[in-house]
Protein backbone atom coordinates (compact mmCIF):
# COMPACT_ATOMS: atom_id res chain seq x y z
CA UNK A 1 0.00 0.00 0.00
CA UNK A 2 1.03 3.36 -0.59
CA UNK A 3 -0.72 6.11 1.48
CA UNK A 4 -0.26 9.54 -0.04
CA UNK A 5 1.25 12.27 2.21
CA UNK A 6 -0.72 15.99 1.02
CA UNK A 7 1.88 17.83 -1.13
CA UNK A 8 1.27 14.24 -3.75
CA UNK A 9 -2.37 14.64 -4.53
CA UNK A 10 -2.00 18.55 -4.93
CA UNK A 11 0.79 18.16 -7.37
CA UNK A 12 -1.52 15.41 -9.71
CA UNK A 13 -4.16 17.85 -8.73
CA UNK A 14 -1.42 20.58 -10.81
CA UNK A 15 -0.62 17.95 -13.52
CA UNK A 16 2.51 17.32 -12.21
CA UNK A 17 3.44 14.56 -14.97
CA UNK A 18 5.76 12.06 -13.41
CA UNK A 19 3.38 12.02 -10.49
CA UNK A 20 0.46 11.61 -12.43
CA UNK A 21 1.57 8.31 -14.06
CA UNK A 22 2.84 7.21 -10.56
CA UNK A 23 -1.05 7.25 -9.22
CA UNK A 24 -2.51 5.76 -12.45
CA UNK A 25 0.29 2.73 -11.65
CA UNK A 26 -0.32 2.24 -8.30
CA UNK A 27 -4.20 2.37 -8.50
CA UNK A 28 -4.01 -0.09 -11.16
CA UNK A 29 -2.19 -2.57 -8.69
CA UNK A 30 -4.50 -1.42 -5.99
CA UNK A 31 -1.52 0.33 -3.96
CA UNK A 32 -2.87 3.69 -4.03
CA UNK A 33 -4.73 5.07 -0.92
CA UNK A 34 -4.85 8.41 1.40
CA UNK A 35 -5.34 9.00 4.91
CA UNK A 36 -7.84 10.87 6.40
CA UNK A 37 -5.25 13.66 7.29
CA UNK A 38 -4.55 13.86 4.14
CA UNK A 39 -8.20 14.48 3.23
CA UNK A 40 -8.78 16.54 5.78
CA UNK A 41 -5.82 19.09 4.80
CA UNK A 42 -6.71 19.91 0.92
CA UNK A 43 -10.50 19.71 1.37
CA UNK A 44 -9.50 22.44 4.15
CA UNK A 45 -7.53 24.28 1.99
CA UNK A 46 -10.59 24.85 -0.38
CA UNK A 47 -12.80 25.45 2.16
CA UNK A 48 -10.17 28.50 3.28
CA UNK A 49 -10.24 29.37 -0.63
CA UNK A 50 -13.95 29.35 -0.34
CA UNK A 51 -13.50 31.99 2.52
CA UNK A 52 -11.71 33.82 0.93
CA UNK A 53 -13.30 34.41 -2.84
CA UNK A 54 -13.40 38.16 -3.27
CA UNK A 55 -16.06 38.30 -5.76
CA UNK A 56 -18.30 36.06 -8.05
CA UNK A 57 -15.34 34.72 -9.99
CA UNK A 58 -13.21 33.88 -7.31
CA UNK A 59 -15.85 31.81 -5.64
CA UNK A 60 -16.78 30.46 -8.76
CA UNK A 61 -13.20 29.05 -9.77
CA UNK A 62 -12.77 28.18 -5.33
CA UNK A 63 -15.70 26.02 -5.34
CA UNK A 64 -15.05 24.22 -8.86
CA UNK A 65 -11.47 23.57 -7.32
CA UNK A 66 -13.27 22.34 -4.04
CA UNK A 67 -15.48 20.13 -6.24
CA UNK A 68 -12.77 18.58 -8.27
CA UNK A 69 -10.89 18.23 -5.19
CA UNK A 70 -13.44 16.11 -3.17
CA UNK A 71 -14.38 14.15 -6.78
CA UNK A 72 -10.93 12.92 -7.11
CA UNK A 73 -10.27 12.39 -3.51
CA UNK A 74 -13.41 10.28 -3.51
CA UNK A 75 -11.79 7.50 -6.03
CA UNK A 76 -8.62 6.82 -3.81
CA UNK A 77 -9.45 4.82 -0.63
CA UNK A 78 -8.95 6.77 2.79
CA UNK A 79 -7.37 5.22 5.48
CA UNK A 80 -8.58 6.20 8.78
CA UNK A 81 -6.70 5.91 11.90
CA UNK A 82 -6.34 2.23 12.87
CA UNK A 83 -5.53 1.30 16.21
CA UNK A 84 -1.96 0.63 15.71
CA UNK A 85 -1.36 4.19 14.83
CA UNK A 86 -2.87 5.31 18.00
CA UNK A 87 0.03 2.93 19.68
CA UNK A 88 2.79 4.68 17.13
CA UNK A 89 1.71 8.21 17.84
CA UNK A 90 2.16 7.37 21.45
CA UNK A 91 5.72 5.86 21.27
CA UNK A 92 6.44 8.74 17.93
CA UNK A 93 5.33 11.41 20.49
CA UNK A 94 8.10 10.37 22.86
CA UNK A 95 10.78 10.46 20.52
CA UNK A 96 12.70 14.22 21.28
CA UNK A 97 14.24 14.39 17.73
CA UNK A 98 10.47 14.36 16.41
CA UNK A 99 8.82 17.06 18.69
CA UNK A 100 9.02 19.42 15.98
CA UNK A 101 7.40 17.80 13.44
CA UNK A 102 4.36 19.14 12.78
CA UNK A 103 1.27 16.93 14.26
CA UNK A 104 -0.36 16.54 10.48
CA UNK A 105 3.35 14.68 9.65
CA UNK A 106 3.21 12.89 12.77
CA UNK A 107 -0.54 11.34 12.46
CA UNK A 108 1.00 10.29 8.74
CA UNK A 109 3.55 8.37 9.74
CA UNK A 110 1.94 6.90 12.38
CA UNK A 111 -0.78 5.70 9.76
CA UNK A 112 1.65 4.26 7.83
CA UNK A 113 3.69 2.70 10.13
CA UNK A 114 0.41 0.81 11.53
CA UNK A 115 -0.49 -0.02 8.02
CA UNK A 116 3.27 -1.43 7.31
CA UNK A 117 2.86 0.72 4.36
CA UNK A 118 5.67 3.10 2.17
CA UNK A 119 4.11 6.81 2.66
CA UNK A 120 4.69 9.07 -0.74
CA UNK A 121 5.87 12.27 -0.15
CA UNK A 122 8.29 14.68 -1.62
CA UNK A 123 8.21 15.96 1.71
CA UNK A 124 11.55 14.14 2.66
CA UNK A 125 13.23 15.96 5.21
CA UNK A 126 10.86 15.63 7.55
CA UNK A 127 9.68 12.46 7.15
CA UNK A 128 13.13 10.38 7.18
CA UNK A 129 14.13 10.85 10.95
CA UNK A 130 10.84 9.00 11.75
CA UNK A 131 12.20 5.51 13.20
CA UNK A 132 10.86 2.59 11.01
CA UNK A 133 8.99 4.26 8.26
CA UNK A 134 9.56 3.79 4.74
CA UNK A 135 8.75 6.54 2.66
CA UNK A 136 8.66 7.29 -1.60
CA UNK A 137 9.28 9.99 -3.22
CA UNK A 138 7.31 10.06 -6.61
CA UNK A 139 7.64 14.12 -7.60
CA UNK A 140 11.62 14.29 -8.03
Same mark, same amino acid.
Request: net charge neutral.
Given at each position: ?15 ? $? ?38 ? $? $? ?14 ? &? ?19 RIKSLRRTGR ?9 ? &? ?20 ? $?????
Open positions: MRPLDTDIPTLAFHKH $ERVSRKMIEASQRDLLATTLVTKMQILQGRFSSLLAAADK $E $ELARAYAKWTESNNQL &ARINIIGLPDGALDEFDRLSADLLLACTAL &AENATLVTRNLKDFRPVPGLKI $ENWAD
